[in-house]
């Protein structure tokens, strides 16, 4: 079983929908991340948690939202969808322990918005 | 702002070629600088990590620090047409968090 699972792979929606992208890691990693990635513009990070207490907003928050349900699960939405959010999104886990900062990515999942 | 810069190719090789990937950060202060390598459509994989100057090697992939200079590079030896790819490179900040470079695509040709 893959260690980092995001569900559904694929979504299509359209604007103004509320749609939630879920994450969950069996791992034991105490950091997960979301990112969206665009073609041309690489990995852009819209929210991080250090532990199940601590949420950051990243580069690009705006219109999105993030909840911590537990260690294992990181889940992302998007209030009312807008074509822009149209991305490849991956969520990551990296471990305090290790004392490195490597990161470990899910499958991710392909939106569209139409 | 803190940067990642890569370029973005493509870089062509012949198999069996030697790759040379390149990339170079802005923050001074970092001390983690990974090699990822994805594939159209995928997930970042991570390949390779380094944290002090100098080389280091894991079967056909060798990373080369330069804190100095703020460079990293990824060599690939014998290239195969499988490691066709995109490759980014990522270092850390002083959040605990990773900056990524927008990737450099390989294409490695029979």
């Known amino acids: 079983d893959a260690d980092v699972t995001q569900t559904p792979r694929n979504r299509i929606t359209k604007t103004g929908k509320r749609i939630m992208l879920e994450c969950s890691q069996t791992?034991?990693?105490?950091?997960m991340y979301w990112y969206r990635q665009d073609p041309g513009l690489g990995l852009r990070l819209i929210y991080y948690?250090?532990?199940?207490?601590?949420?950051n907003k990243g580069e690009i928050s705006d219109g999105y939202s993030v909840s911590r349900q537990a260690q294992a699960k990181f889940s992302l939405s998007l209030e009312s969808a807008i074509p822009n959010q149209t991305a490849l999104y991956f969520c990551?886990?990296?471990?305090?322990?290790?004392?490195?900062?490597?990161?470990?990515f899910g499958p991710g999942t392909r939106l569209t918005v139409t | 702002q803190k940067e990642v810069e890569q370029n973005s190719g493509p870089l062509s090789v012949p198999e069996g070629a030697i790759a040379s990937l390149n990339c170079t950060y802005s923050d001074r202060g970092s001390q983690s600088f990974f090699w990822y390598r994805q594939y159209s459509g995928k997930s970042p994989e991570l390949i390779m990590s380094?944290?002090?100057?100098g080389d280091k090697e894991d079967g056909r992939f060798t990373a080369q620090l330069n804190k100095a200079s703020q460079y990293v590079s990824l060599l690939i030896r014998d290239s195969q047409p499988s490691d066709s790819a995109t490759y980014l490179c990522a270092v850390n900040d002083d959040t605990d968090k990773l900056i990524f470079g927008t990737g450099t695509r390989l294409q490695v040709f029979p």
């Open positions: 948690s250090f532990d199940v207490k601590d949420i």
């Open positions: 791992k034991g990693h105490d950091r």
């Open positions: 990551a886990t990296s471990d305090t322990r290790t004392g490195g900062y490597e990161q470990y």
């Open positions: 380094i944290y002090s100057n």
